[in-house]
């Protein structure tokens, strides 16, 4: 019994500290979003909270890897994924692979996804050429951070648990695929629009 209770205590505290995320994402991205499309604004709600996802979550998972070990740490976010190692067992302790994959993600996809916030609101000509650059950087981390696991058969993959399998693993990283995936169809759509109005606007003086 204190097992399960101390297992739904840690669930509970890492989904909270995620909602905490997700509601300062919203608020953050709303605000900078006043005034624009439905569309900017709920990319602005996400690039949001992708960055602090990023510097709030996967930055101090860096710096708690290369210093010793999420398992003998302590503290919130090392609880944190303390719970998410109990699906992904590489968190607990020094993997190479998804230590090397979360520094490039929290240095490059955390500034590109700062970058492209400004880009945003600014209303930048370089907007989808960063929005594109981010997406892809953030679909290869999904794949180099599953596909070297499933490639040898899943033996740190917990999926025994429905809250491991298809909440800490298939939801929380299917998030990073599904999002990135609809930017790059909203910046397949818009760049492919920018075109024809130029092919358009060639064609009037021809």
């Known amino acids: 019994m204190g097992d399960r209770w101390e297992l739904g205590a840690a669930a509970g505290g ?7 995320l ?3 994402g919203c608020a953050l991205g709303l605000l900078l979003g006043r005034g624009r499309g439905a569309a900017d604004r709920w990319a602005l709600v996400w690039l949001c909270y992708d960055a602090l ?10 710096y708690l890897s290369l210093v010793g070990n999420v398992a003998n740490s302590d503290g919130l976010i090392a609880s944190l994924w303390k719970e998410y190692g109990r699906a992904d067992a590489r968190w607990l302790y020094f993997d190479p692979t998804i230590v090397s994959v979360e520094i490039l993600t929290v240095a490059l996809d955390g500034s590109l996804a700062l970058f492209l916030i400004y ?6 000509y370089y907007r989808h050429f960063l929005q594109i ?11 180099m951070t599953f596909l070297p696991e499933w490639l040898t058969r ?6 025994s648990n429905w809250l491991y399998c298809w909440v800490y ?6 998030v990073w695929v599904l999002i990135p995936g609809l930017l790059l169809w909203q910046s397949w759509v818009e760049l492919n629009k920018m ?8 064609k009037k003086f021809q």
């Open 14 to 20: 890492s989904l909270l500290l995620c909602a905490a």
């Open 133 to 143: 650059t981010l997406c892809v950087c953030e679909l290869y981390g999904c794949w």
């Open 53 to 62: 996802v990023h510097f709030v979550l996967e930055g101090p998972f860096v």
């Open 169 to 174: 693993l298939s939801f929380f990283n299917g």
């Open 119 to 124: 880009a945003v609101v600014k209303e930048k």
């Open 22 to 24: 997700l509601a300062a």
């Open 154 to 159: 899943s033996p740190n993959l917990n999926t």
């Open 195 to 202: 075109h024809q109005k130029e092919t358009s606007s060639v």
